[in-house]
């Protein structure tokens, strides 16, 4: 069983939709992070959760700590937001990674 | 530019060598965390250090071993390599050393590791 699971694994958008990709978590975490990577490889940390919500430019994340789930929201959509989305949990001396959710922004 | 600097971007290599991949920190920053991402299983946490320590221990091999220096920067070894040793190594660093507070990861681009 894996500590993280993502949904969707794929999700294909229209330019200007509104998207949202579901992360569940197991373990006990002093963080979330939200990491985005683009074809090139390079990761980038969106954000860092341990409770409530956070808003950066057309991005949301939000976390329940009770139920031990997380989104990630992105409005008006873009084509540059293209990417591979991953979910990390961290416990405080341990990650868990996310398998990662795939996003393509159609013009 | 995040700040963190990892050399060498590209390296291959055969079956059976030893290499050594670096990483610079940003600057200020005293934790240093490795990772490893390969096809088959993703990404997976391998070990960090807090200002010169070891302070967490991931799904890191027996034949591999970092260290972090004076400076700060730290080196990921990794020796006996196998070709499932292929794989993308990230570094990231942070200020915060580890437990509730969390700081924000920066992660450097990444040495992308051929092993023939």
């Known amino acids: 069983k894996n500590e993280v699971e993502q949904s969707p694994q794929n999700l294909t958008a229209q330019e200007g939709e509104f998207i949202t990709i579901n992360c569940s978590y197991s373990?006990?975490?002093?963080?979330l992070h939200w990491l985005q990577q683009h074809p090139g490889g390079g990761i980038v940390s969106l954000f860092m959760l341990s409770s409530g919500k956070k808003k950066h430019g057309r991005l949301i994340a939000t976390i329940n700590i009770q139920e031990k789930h997380s989104s990630l929201h992105i409005t008006a959509s873009h084509p540059r937001d293209s990417a591979v989305y991953i979910c990390?949990?961290?416990?405080?001396?341990?990650?868990?990674f996310g398998t990662g959710t795939s996003l393509t922004v159609i013009p | 530019d995040s700040g963190v600097t990892q050399t060498p971007k590209h390296l291959i290599t055969a079956t059976g060598q030893r290499v050594t991949l670096r990483c610079s920190p940003r600057s200020g920053d005293l934790s240093v965390y490795w990772y490893q991402q390969s096809l088959d299983q993703g990404l997976q946490f391998l070990i960090q250090?807090?200002?010169?320590?070891?302070?967490a221990k991931g799904n890191i091999l027996e034949r591999f071993s970092a260290q972090q220096f004076p400076d700060l920067h730290s080196e990921l070894n990794l020796s006996s390599l196998e070709l499932g040793d292929s794989a993308l190594y990230f570094c990231a660093s942070t200020q915060s050393q580890a437990g509730v507070n969390t700081g924000e990861l920066f992660f450097g681009e990444g040495s992308r590791l051929t092993v023939l």
């Open positions: 373990v006990g975490i002093s963080a």
């Open positions: 250090y807090y200002n010169g320590e070891e302070r």
């Open positions: 990390a949990a961290h416990t405080g001396n341990q990650f868990y």
